[in-house]
């Protein structure tokens, strides 16, 4: 029997070999007296055209299988349908995924799958160019930029660039306003705009940021000493980035950074040439997607 799910896998999100995932994928459906379709996609181009053509169908569960940048390219045509996206995350940081509280082995999320539970979360744009979980600029875009055409992936190879770079780096200045009130004007590291609350690998740049509460967390980072390195790491890594002196956070629902000159931006891990004024919407309840009610 024809199933109402569509995956559309990455081959070469991760860095993973994805040789044995359409074979569990069937066995797992099999359980339940049906065939899911499946479509390997061989670049961005044809994800989007994919998810794009199975919005127009009316396709019930859109399945992306793959990173944090394939997600984005599903979910930008997902949002503000009918249809409603699963994700099977593996990626090389898998923030929002982690935050949805489906990063787990394969058998796990294709139970969350298979559940059908949908929960309906907000989006954002920047310049109207979407993102689901996170946007950064400064430091976070430049590695970011190094990052995908590194020719390699996953977490070694994103913090060996990242200490590699560090010292170089020179902060430019900001200014920032939010819901029309200026917030911050001077030299930053980075500045991220979250949706969600993490990077990746469970590094939480704004742990209280919330995919579902209708605003953005916006976190300025100013560059911080080398010696403190260790320190913001762990901080990162418990979910204490907010109690760092050289963190400060703002939260709202329309953002503008001012910055010198057009350069990247890092949206949803994927870095993008934008102008050098960025503004930020936060799109309240846009995007279905099967995921427990709950982060587990």
Request: hydrophobic content about 40%.
């Amino acid at each position: 029997m024809a199933s109402d799910y569509h995956f559309l896998i990455n081959p070469i999100s991760g860095g993973k070999n994805k040789a044995h995932i359409p074979t569990q994928i069937k066995k797992h459906f099999e359980k339940f007296g049906s065939e899911p379709a499946i479509t390997i996609t061989s670049s961005e181009k044809e994800t989007i055209e994919q998810a794009q053509k199975l919005v127009k169908d009316n396709t019930p569960f859109i399945v992306a299988v793959g990173g944090d940048g394939t997600i984005n390219n599903i979910a930008r045509n997902v949002a503000n349908t009918q249809s409603t996206m699963g994700i099977i995350p593996l990626g090389s940081g898998n923030g929002f995924a982690r935050e949805l509280g489906l990063y787990g082995n394969l058998s796990k999320s294709l139970s969350f799958l298979t559940s059908k539970n949908i929960r309906t979360i907000d989006t954002a744009s920047v310049n109207g160019n979407f993102f689901n979980n996170l946007a950064g600029v400064g430091f976070d875009a430049h590695i970011g930029n190094l990052f995908a055409n590194s020719g390699s992936r996953g977490f070694k190879t994103y913090a060996k660039l990242a200490l590699r770079e560090f010292n170089s780096y020179k902060p430019n200045t900001y200014r920032v306003e939010i819901d029309g009130k200026l917030v911050f004007n001077g030299n930053a590291l980075l500045i991220a705009v979250c949706n969600g609350p993490q990077f990746g690998n469970n590094a939480f740049i704004a742990p209280g940021a919330k995919l579902d509460d209708g605003k953005l967390d916006i976190c300025v980072v100013k560059k911080f000493p080398a010696w403190a390195s260790p320190g913001v790491g762990l901080a990162m890594f418990t979910a204490k980035a907010h109690v760092l002196p050289w963190l400060q956070r703002f939260s709202g629902k329309s953002i503008t950074i001012h910055r010198e000159s057009e350069d990247f931006i890092n949206l949803d891990g994927e870095p993008l040439m934008l102008d050098a004024k960025l503004n930020f919407e936060i799109k309240p309840q846009t995007l279905k997607v099967l995921a427990p009610k709950t982060k587990v």
